[in-house]
């Protein structure tokens, strides 16, 4: 499972949504959004760097979604599964 943390209005979090969409069909994975807007304790951990990206529960990346590093960390995540 991937897992973007994610605050309404930020145009960083939309862009790397979006590029998640895309890649959805060619890599065959699900996602969630996580929104921390009010949640004290996910603003504290993540409140300047979102969009903050999570592969099986493990930071992978933050700010930004690049679709070649995503990949790779997806292969790693689930040869190791």
């Known amino acids: 499972m991937v897992t973007i ?5 930020c145009h960083l979090c ?12 060619e890599l065959n994975f699900e996602f ?3 929104y921390i807007d ?3 304790k996910l603003e504290k951990l993540y409140g300047e760097q979102v969009p903050v990206t999570h592969i099986g529960g493990e930071h992978h990346d933050f700010w930004r979604v690049d679709p ?3 990949r790779s960390s997806l292969e790693r995540h689930r040869q190791s599964q």
């Open 14 to 25: 939309e862009s790397a949504i979006e590029t998640l969409e895309s890649l959805q069909a």
């Open 32 to 34: 969630e959004i996580i």
């Open 68 to 70: 070649d590093r995503f």
């Open 5 to 9: 943390y994610s605050r309404h209005g």
């Open 38 to 40: 009010g949640d004290e």
